[in-house]
């Protein structure tokens, strides 16, 4: 099955939006622009296999024209901007003898389209009516180096005839091509579409993820029972959350954003994940079932918008390689920076998203990943901020102290031993204490533990535990 044909399935099988699928790529049209650009070039005596002819001889070397311009014997270029239309052309250095290619090797039909093109060129530079150049499909003729404006000189185009010395410098002749003009406008006016889709696209998402937020942050200023509870059965939804790793991985196999594929398997195994606690889930009130729905739909939406921009891209991809193919005028590597400055971003809309996500999401409700000690990966309770500025918990400072270890087990800062109480961070203290209840009064018992267990032995832990502090 052809690409064309698996492009306009894909986006019928995946049930984008029509509006989406309005946007798309045009990969059919776009093909029947090429033909038309074959049947251009070919009318000029430059079919495919000419110009492959031509692209070795420039790649060849053999030439002894010298300087820059002899690097630079035919180039491929596309002018053009925001405001500018683009304008591609053909630019070929001539002999100004007979106006064929430098010690290029073409057929007579290919060389004689050129002599002529070249003579009418230095005909409409030299006759009277060489002023006027507003016909886009005219070929041009400068001298020398291709940045070379002599032609533009009123003092050049007031003399009757070239110097002798001119008329011996190698030239250069630039053929515009109407056909390519039409394919890069097309394409063009496309990607912007597709550019507008989705940063439209992503203002929706963030405005969904923001009224989220705002739900999330009125449930946990009600401080009630009930409240309490959907607040601590939504931390284990968060907490499942950031452990899938959806869109963007930390780990160094698969470091950085994931495509949709990926993204699409690590959304199932979260919904999986989330199926296992639907008992807590179901306690969820109304109002707060009707905000898990709308974080998943913020999901969901993600992947497909991702999983779109993708299709598009290899369209994009593909057309560009059939384009080379068949008209040999090796545009990827020219048009790249000229036509696509940032298209099809889905990475960054990826990471712009995810970071939409934990600002006005996870932060509302903080994670207990977040707040470990790092000695003993329980809560860092209570919070002991060394010097360096990292935090431990106060039992791992006191087993460091007492085994009178001085670098910090992080920086390899000197500085626990100088640890005292007034290290204790109180911000984080009271932070803890209100967001992580139950996981504090483990702390605090197992701290009272081990307190006990350094006073009087190993016996204490299978005595009557107190509960004084």
């Not at 389209?113 to 006759?127: D, I, K, Y």
């Not at 009516?129 to 003092?155: I, K, M, Y």
């Not at 270890?405 to 109180?426: G, I, T």
């Amino acid at each position: 099955m052809k690409f064309g044909q698996d492009f306009e399935a894909a986006l019928s099988r995946e049930e984008f939006p029509q509006e989406w699928i309005n946007s798309a790529i045009s990969y059919k049209k776009l093909k029947k622009c090429i033909k038309r650009v074959q049947e251009e070039l070919a009318s000029l005596g430059l079919d495919k296999e000419t110009l492959d002819a031509l692209w070795q001889h420039v790649g060849s070397g053999d030439t002894e024209i010298g300087g820059s311009l002899g690097e630079r014997l035919m180039q491929y270029s596309v002018d053009g901007s925001e405001k500018v239309s683009f304008t591609p052309r053909l630019t070929i250095v001539i002999d100004p003898r007979d106006g064929s290619p430098m010690d290029a090797c073409l057929a007579p039909d290919t060389r004689r389209v050129l002599q002529r093109l070249a003579r009418n060129s230095r005909a409409s530079v030299s006759g009277p009516s060489r002023r006027d150049d507003s016909s886009p499909a005219q070929p041009r003729v400068a001298d020398g180096s291709l940045q070379d404006n002599t032609a533009q000189d009123p003092a050049f185009q007031n003399a009757d005839v070239m110097s002798e010395e001119d008329e011996l410098q190698p030239q250069t002749i630039e053929i515009p091509l109407t056909s390519d003009s039409e394919f890069f406008q097309i394409l063009k006016r496309e990607l912007a579409d597709l550019d507008r889709l989705q940063d439209s696209e992503q203002t929706q998402l963030q405005e969904e993820i923001l009224k989220l937020g705002a739900q999330l942050r009125d449930l946990k200023s009600e401080k009630t029972k009930r409240s309490k509870q959907e607040i601590e059965i939504w931390r284990k939804i968060f907490e499942l959350y950031a452990e899938a790793e959806i869109f963007m991985s930390s780990h160094e196999a698969d470091a950085g954003a994931r495509d949709a594929e990926r993204a699409q398997l690590q959304y199932s195994n979260f919904n999986q994940s989330l199926k296992k606690q639907q008992k807590e889930v179901r306690r969820l009130g109304k109002d707060a079932s009707a905000a898990l729905e709308r974080f998943l739909g913020i999901n969901s939406n993600l992947i497909r918008l991702i999983k779109f921009q993708e299709i598009n891209k290899t369209a994009l991809s593909k057309i560009m390689k059939k384009f080379d193919k068949r008209t040999a005028l090796h545009a990827r590597s020219t048009v790249s920076d000229t036509l696509i400055k940032s298209p099809f971003m889905a990475q960054n809309l990826a990471k712009a998203t995810c970071f939409t996500i934990s600002q006005e999401l996870l932060n509302i409700i903080p994670q207990l990943n977040d707040y470990l000690c790092p000695v003993c990966f329980s809560i860092s309770y209570k919070p002991i901020r060394l010097k360096c500025g990292h935090i431990f918990c106060i039992r791992c400072m006191v087993v460091m102290q007492r085994e009178e270890k001085d670098h910090c087990p992080l920086c390899r800062q000197p500085v626990v031993l100088e640890a005292s109480s007034a290290n204790v961070d109180r911000e984080l203290l009271k932070f803890m204490k209100a967001n992580f209840k139950s996981e504090v009064k483990a702390k605090q018992r197992d701290n009272e533990i081990q307190a006990g267990i350094d006073r009087w032995g190993a016996q204490y832990e299978n005595s009557k535990k107190c509960n004084v502090m």
